[in-house]
Structure formats: structure tokens, C-alpha cells
């Protein structure tokens, strides 16, 4: 079982809608999160990490994490066909050094 | 300029022969990565080092070797390259000793070995 599973997609939202993107991991212990984006042949680009139970905001990007049911996601307003991407999930436990990304989920976002 | 760049950006290569890929950050970062990339398989580690002298095995680094020439510069070598090896590499830095331990990634190299 992969230690972090994402829904592999595509998800398809409308231009100005919200687009959720879900992520849940499998460690109790994990401690840090990320999400990254990733346009397709590209690397992958870090939107933002959160540590704590709770929302995060930067501009467009919302990260929730609640650690109770070992779930985290990205809520991005306001879609635009540039956020068409990959979002990748990543979680790192306490006392290991390296993240574990999840596979991502397409994200497509129609004018 | 980049913050961490790698070299080459593209490269392919046949069977058998010994390639390197290179990556060079201006980040100051003391931790160094190398990923492999492969459709519907994500990202998975092959070589970590948190200094110069501290060089860690991945998940997947059978086939693979690794050089820190400086804090700066982290290699990744196929000895004999295979056609399973052909995927996208992206080297990543983060900068524990400044208590961060977001990666950051470079732009990658896509490698084909026929």
C-alpha cells in the first residue's frame, strides 16, 4: 500500500470554480506536508507546506490539514486554465529525512 | 539564473555505455537528492546526501552511483545503462541546517538509453 494515496484524476473543473484536490497518508507520525505542481515534461514546483492542524492560505491556494484523519488538501479559487497541472501530495514522518510522494492528480480546468 | 540547475537537459544514450548527470545549486543548501520519474509511477529516490561526506542509498539505487564533488554539486552516474533507465531524473536540494525541509527541484534531464 502506497503511504500516501491520491486519486489519480482527471478532475475537471470550469474556469473560475474551486478545484479540490484530496491527498491521505497512511503514517500517524508524519509530520510535514507539501503539495506540488507539475506541468507536463517539467519539475515538480512547491505551492506550499503545512505542519499544523488547519488552513493554510497563500493568494489562491488553501492547504487543510487535519491530522486526526490523516488527510490533507488543496483547495485552489478562482481556477484558471493555467492551473492545469499535476498537483503532487508529500508527506514526511518525524524522524525520517525524505518525504513520500503520492502519484498526483490531473487537474484540467475548461474555459 | 537558476537556483539549481541540471546538465544535460536531454540525453540519449545506448546500452552498455557509463552516463552522468550533473546538478549544481546556488541555493547554499546542505541536502542534495536525485528522483527518477516514470509515467503512472511518480517519484521515487535514488541517492540522498546531507553533506559531502554523508551519502544515503534511495529506494531504488541498484544501478545507479552518486558523487558530492562540494556542497554545490551533487552527480548521478549509470555505470552501464539500461533501457529501464530511460525516464525523467530531477535532482532536489533543502536546507535542513537553516530548518527547512521543503525540497526545492531542479529542471531535469530526460534520458533515453536505446
Known amino acids: 500500500q502506497k503511504e500516501v494515496e491520491q486519486n489519480s484524476g482527471p478532475l475537471s473543473v470550469p474556469e473560475g470554480a474551486i478545484a479540490s484536490l484530496n491527498c491521505t497518508y497512511s503514517d500517524r507520525v508524519s509530520q510535514s506536508f507539501f503539495w506540488y505542481r507539475q506541468y507536463s515534461g517539467k519539475s515538480p514546483e512547491l505551492i506550499m507546506s503545512i505542519y499544523s492542524n488547519g488552513d493554510k492560505e497563500d493568494g489562491r491556494f488553501t492547504a487543510q490539514l487535519n491530522k486526526a484523519s490523516q488527510y490533507v488538501s488543496l483547495l485552489i479559487r478562482d481556477s484558471q486554465p493555467s492551473d492545469s497541472a499535476t498537483y503532487l501530495c508529500?508527506?514526511?514522518?518525524?524522524?525520517?529525512?525524505?518525504?513520500?510522494f503520492g502519484r498526483g492528480t490531473s487537474l484540467i480546468v475548461h474555459p | 539564473d537558476a537556483d539549481v540547475t541540471q546538465t544535460p537537459r536531454n540525453r540519449i544514450t545506448k546500452t552498455g555505455k557509463r552516463i552522468m548527470l550533473e546538478c549544481s545549486q546556488t541555493?547554499?543548501?546542505?541536502?542534495m537528492y536525485w528522483y527518477r520519474q516514470d509515467p503512472g509511477l511518480g517519484l521515487r529516490l535514488i541517492y540522498y546526501?546531507?553533506?559531502?561526506?554523508?551519502?544515503n542509498k534511495g529506494e531504488i539505487s541498484d544501478g545507479y552511483s552518486v558523487s558530492r564533488q562540494a556542497q554545490a554539486k551533487f552527480s548521478l552516474s549509470l555505470e552501464s545503462a539500461i533501457p529501464n533507465q530511460t525516464a525523467l531524473y530531477f535532482c532536489a536540494t533543502s536546507d535542513w541546517a537553516g530548518g527547512n525541509d521543503e525540497q526545492y527541484f531542479g529542471p531535469g534531464t530526460r534520458l533515453t538509453v536505446t
Open positions: 546526501s546531507f553533506d559531502v561526506k554523508d551519502i
Open positions: 541555493k547554499g543548501h546542505d541536502r
Open positions: 508529500a508527506a514526511r514522518r518525524g524522524g525520517s529525512y525524505i518525504p513520500t
